[in-house]
């Protein structure tokens, strides 16, 4: 038995999935050669699931996108690219509001 951590992205909004694509540099183990090799989707918990897109597909659940990218980056010779953008990523508009609430003008 083993026990796997992993932090739980927060939910905010009501679909926080997004999309990606894995690119591969260099096929540094000569089994999936180069350029986009999987595709996949980061829910709305943080949980990632990738499709392998070889004759031989398969389809692997991630706790996280880092453990995806520790297991499969190759020191950075395989590229995560989303295609979509980061629904909990902060827009300057918003940190520009969060400054001003940590720092009001007296």
């Known amino acids: 038995m083993y026990t796997v951590s992993f932090t739980v992205r927060e939910r ?63 020191g950075g010779k395989t590229k995560v690219v989303w295609v979509d953008p980061d629904p909990l990523a902060h827009t300057e508009e918003e940190e520009e509001t969060e400054k001003e609430l940590d720092n009001p003008e007296t």
């Open 12 to 74: 905010h909004g009501e679909n926080n999935m997004r999309r990606f694509r894995v690119k591969r540099v260099e096929d540094e183990s000569g089994v999936s050669d180069t350029g986009l090799v999987a595709e996949g989707v980061e829910f709305d918990d943080g949980f990632v699931a990738m499709r392998w897109l070889s004759n031989k597909a398969s389809v692997t659940i991630f706790a996280n996108i880092k453990h995806l990218k520790d297991l499969h980056g190759h």
